[in-house]
């Protein structure tokens, strides 16, 4: 077991030293020219590798590849997190698992049902493989999957391809275990946090975790109209904290550990919350809501994009809290 340990911290120590990896920006162009990917996937730790996406909004330029394409390889089947936003993508991701093993893709799992997780699932249906999803992220491509479709297809343009709707083919709510070659895969809907449906994938025996959406690294999280920030909260302190992971694959963002995770996400929200909390103790309205100071917070990426509509979002949440 030492040794695995040491393999594992030397394995993602080297992924944190590449010349690229401590560096996220969403100014930096497509590292992999000669794929659909935006990057090249990585080995984080042995046996499980991720391609790590742009820490910037989908773009054409970027093929939507904006968050974190992992799978899980063992020796008798491939697991993916992630299907992808567009068929092109999830072949691409198909061609790199073929590129490091001969064993077939036997799991397609959905973090949620936005279109970056799942608008690839009908290529890997038609490839015949079984795509997992939580209920609520089901229910959510069922409800708004054109729409993700159609926002996908005007900055994708032609690279959109023949990508459709795929709802996932099982579902779960709790939690969904699986064994393959020894390892122990467990599936997770923690409880609320970013988007309906949220989904973590543990490895227990690796100490593991490819948290979803659930976790935001290097790049500011997004709050939507749905997101119940306290719930979120809630979720990560009483709960995903609990597993105490060594090594984290957030939903966005490098790999890295819980201390970085819980700093961009967790302490993000309660010190929005925080400000927010206070503006409205002084009678503060929506309208000056939005120029909170978040300035602790301005090096990160989709910072410009992301703050002040967040801001707006956590006062009307709070406002009848």
């Given amino acids: 077991m030492k040794v695995i340990a040491q393999r594992l911290t030397l394995g993602l120590a080297a992924l944190l030293m590449a010349p690229t990896a401590g560096l996220a920006s969403e100014d930096i162009a497509d590292q992999y020219p000669q794929s659909e990917l935006y990057s090249k996937p990585v080995e984080v730790i042995p046996h499980v590798f991720s391609a790590i996406g742009a820490t910037a909004p989908p773009t054409y330029e970027n093929a939507g590849h904006n968050n ?17 936003a567009s068929d092109a993508l999830a072949a691409a991701v198909h061609q790199e698992i073929r590129n490091v093993t001969d064993q077939p893709v036997v799991l397609v799992i959905n973090e949620n049902g936005q279109g970056h997780a799942m608008l690839g699932n009908g290529y890997w249906r038609d490839q015949g493989v079984d795509v997992l999803a939580h209920v609520d992220a089901t229910a959510e ?5 054109d729409f993700i479709l159609q926002r996908m297809q005007a900055y994708n343009k032609d690279r ?12 779960f709510e709790d939690r969904y275990d699986l064994a393959l070659g020894g390892v122990e895969i467990q599936v997770l809907h923690l409880g609320p946090a970013h988007d309906p449906g949220d989904t973590q994938v543990w490895l227990p025996q690796w100490g593991m975790m490819i948290a979803g959406d659930i976790a935001f690294h290097e790049r500011m999280l997004p709050i939507f109209e749905h ?10 302190q009483e709960r995903f904290e ?3 992971p ?15 995770v819980r700093r961009y996400t967790l302490d993000y929200l309660l010190d929005l919350r925080g400000k927010i909390g206070t503006h409205i103790e002084e009678g503060g309205d929506l309208a000056s809501a939005y120029y909170v100071d978040q300035s602790r917070w301005e090096g990160l990426d989709t910072f410009e994009e992301l703050a002040t509509k967040n801001a707006g979002r956590v006062f009307e949440e709070m406002e009848w809290e």
């Avoid at 974190?68 to 992808?84: D, K, P």
């Avoid at 060594?246 to 490098?254: A, L, S």
């Fill in 68 to 84: 974190n394409l992992s799978f899980i390889v063992t020796s008798e089947g491939v697991v993916v997190i992630n299907a992808g």
């Fill in 160 to 171: 959109a391809g023949q990508t459709r709707i795929e709802p996932a083919n099982l579902s």
């Fill in 227 to 236: 997101t119940c920030t306290s719930c979120w909260i809630d979720t990560w």
């Fill in 242 to 244: 609990a597993y105490a």
């Fill in 246 to 260: 060594t090594y984290v694959i957030p939903g966005h963002g490098h790999p890295t550990n819980m201390d970085q």
């Fill in 141 to 145: 491509v069922r409800e708004n999957g």
